[in-house]
């Protein structure tokens, strides 16, 4: 309104109204704030309430009648405020004013004051306001500055609908997380979880959860990526969550660069791990040590007694105790190789076509003389009357060395007349994959469930009992098993009661292929093998053998086979033979690998460069006891046809040179 009282007051209505205009001022009498009305023309004071005593310390009966920059405020002309508001009908507030001591926030408005054009103004002594502001600033300047000394880093979360808001960021957290300071503050999104490491997120979602709620504690740890670094840091995380006066729960979190001490952890962790490789090579030598030096014991005692027994039952009974404790060592060897090859992923699995039964057919023939042999009972199923005829694209070699070691292990420790049932099936088939179950089950002395839990898979271990001390191990084969199996992509798992016996259970995933693959493959075979032979009398056999020894049993072997051997000590003594032999007079090469002035690798690489006439076809056979992948690789991309690993096998390698050597 712009009049407090009409201006038009009717006759028979005055007295009426006069009470309506003495209740506002009486209303403006009971205001705490200043109230004066000035004459817009004169500036002179028609109006003034009991409030200004307490305001400024006067009278309002000091002000009527008087210029009001005069009188109040000591000046010699009008306020800048009064100005305005006598030339525009509007509501002005003034800047607020300095007077002896005080400050004072002042408005004005136009009105019409019992018929006169007068400006009213309200005044506020805010002296006791403004000093309240000051010292909330201060005390807020002093308190930033006090969380931007702290080397910690410190952040204020509060919990809206909206979301999270971050209202506090110290000058250290935005160091420490690489983000601007002015930035800092406003959605957590942008500078919380969106620079949180990917794998460490959901653990600041669950800590932000706890802290969503009133009195709840938090510690946690996570990955930053810190802006100016290019890179992650490690943060620890301490938050308490409080209900603040104005009903929202604010979280205060404080974080710490932890990122040297993850460090220090790492490199604890990987000292240990070494110190504890460490001591798994000692043991791994120590058992070595001993395991190799029990068949070496036998070896050498037997052959010592060998050397002056002059009955000859007696001494192919010793030589026959030889073969024995050779074959032990050989397998230590081999499977202490593959156990190696396997750890440092160098065993690789060389998947071929082959027939289900056929694979478990050719390795129960190779066990049964051990298992008549101990009277035991054979008892072989097929699970829910599976279909086995069926072909499958699998490591044969591997999956019969995961079936004979661990029926081996049943055989060793399953007392005669005992029972050992092996059952395999297919569980289901889901496309070209059949899901295939392949379970052991003996009858033997069983084992503890501390050796089940603790020692059954590792390296070495064997449980002592009147078994194994009468049927030694290199406690390596179910060690071995386990990483094939896992190699394979499938699961093992072994049930077992002392005094009842063993049950393993072997889970792989076999790949079945189609008759086209079947076919191609059989065809494959049959021109490998056309117009094999099973004689080689009258060859004529350059062997390459640094080893006098090696040479000899080679020599022999190939001798009692009609065989002429012509052998050179190095390499560069056998390149020197070839190139000077007559076309023909040779039919195959035997190469060891490893030999002085000249190895083989680079021997048979000059004889395939000669221009000798035999030099692109005569077959050369790599012998070398390095029989890995990759060594194998590195002989045919040598130029040889195949490799033969040491010790040498007599039966494989006139196998080998009746399918090279053209009749």
């Not at 003034?48 to 005593?53: R, T």
Request: proline share 3%.
């Amino acid at each position: 309104m712009d009049r407090i009282i009409p201006r038009e007051i009717r006759q028979e209505d005055e007295q009426e109204n006069l009470s309506y205009a003495d209740m506002y001022q009486f209303m403006l009498d009971q205001m705490s704030s200043l109230v004066t009305v000035v004459d817009a023309g004169t500036f002179e004071v028609i109006y003034a309430n009991q409030a200004a005593k307490t305001v400024v310390g006067k009278r309002r009966r000091a002000y009527l009648g008087k210029v009001c920059y005069s009188n109040i405020f000591g000046l010699d002309k009008p306020c800048a405020s009064c100005i305005v508001n006598a030339t525009k009908d509007c509501t002005y507030i003034a800047p607020d004013m300095e007077y002896q001591g005080r400050v004072y926030h002042r408005l004005f408005k136009r009105i019409n004051w019992y018929g006169k054009d007068a400006i009213i103004e309200f005044t506020d002594d805010v002296t006791e306001q403004k000093e309240n502001i000051r010292l909330l600033e201060h005390q807020k300047n002093l308190q930033d500055a006090i969380l931007d000394t702290i080397p910690a880093g410190i952040m204020v979360f509060k919990f809206t609908r909206e979301g999270i808001q971050i209202v506090t960021a110290n000058k250290s957290v935005c160091n420490m997380m690489g983000m601007d300071e002015k930035k800092a503050i406003g959605e957590a999104t942008q500078n919380i979880t969106s620079l949180t490491h990917p794998d460490d997120l959901q653990i600041v979602l669950d800590a932000a959860k706890r802290l969503s709620v009133p009195d709840a504690s938090v510690e946690y740890e996570y990955r930053h990526f810190y802006r100016s670094r290019n890179d992650y840091v490690w943060v620890l995380g301490q938050g308490k969550s409080v209900r603040n006066p104005d009903g929202y729960v604010y979280a205060y979190v404080n974080y710490t660069d932890i990122t040297a001490r993850k460090e220090v952890e790492r490199l604890n962790y990987e000292l240990e791990k070494a110190e504890n490789q460490a001591a798994v090579k000692a043991e791994f030598y120590s058992q070595m040590s001993h395991d190799m030096r029990t068949p070496m014991n036998g070896i050498l005692g037997m052959a010592e007694l060998a050397l002056h027994e002059e009955n000859i039952d007696e001494l192919h009974q010793d030589v026959e105790k030889i073969k024995i404790s050779g074959e032990y060592m050989l397998n230590l060897i081999n499977d202490t190789l593959d156990l190696q090859r396997i750890e440092t992923g160098r065993l690789k699995l060389e998947p071929q076509v082959a027939r289900c039964n056929a694979m478990l057919e050719e390795t129960i023939a190779m066990l049964m003389p051990a298992i008549k042999e101990k009277n035991i009972d054979l008892k072989v199923s097929v699970i829910d009357h599976s279909e086995m005829e069926w072909f499958v694209r699998i490591d044969v070699l591997r999956l019969k060395q995961i079936v004979t070691n661990i029926i081996s292990n049943s055989i060793k420790f399953t007392p005669p007349g005992g029972t050992i049932e092996l059952r395999v099936g297919e569980l289901k088939r889901e496309g070209m994959i059949s899901h295939v179950l392949i379970k052991i089950t003996d009858t033997g002395i069983g084992m503890s469930d501390e050796f089940l839990e603790n020692g059954i898979f590792k390296p070495f271990s064997q449980e002592k009992n009147e078994f194994s001390m009468k049927y030694p191990g290199s406690g390596l084969g179910l060690s071995i098993v386990k990483k094939l199996v896992e190699l394979m992509g499938g699961e093992i798992k072994v049930q077992s009661e002392q005094g009842v016996g063993t049950s393993f259970s072997i889970y792989l995933d076999f790949p079945m292929v189609t008759d086209e693959e079947v076919a191609k493959t059989n065809k494959n075979t049959e021109i490998q093998y056309t117009g094999v032979k099973k004689v080689i009398n009258g060859k004529s056999i350059l062997l390459c053998e640094d080893h006098p020894l090696n040479a000899e049993i080679v020599q022999k072997i190939l001798e009692k086979m009609g065989c002429t051997v012509d052998w050179a000590e190095n390499g560069e003594l056998g390149l020197e033979k070839f190139k000077t032999s007559t076309p023909g007079q040779y039919s195959a090469i035997l190469m060891d690998i490893r030999m002085p002035i000249m190895d083989g690798l680079e021997t048979t690489r000059k004889i395939r460069a000669s221009k000798h006439p035999d030099a692109a076809n005569i077959p050369i056979i790599a012998m070398s006891a390095n029989a890995y992948e990759e060594d194998i690789k590195k002989s045919l991309a040598a130029g040889m046809n195949t490799h033969l690993a040491k010790p040498v096998d007599p039966k494989n390698m006139i196998n080998i040179l009746e399918q090279y050597i053209e009749i």
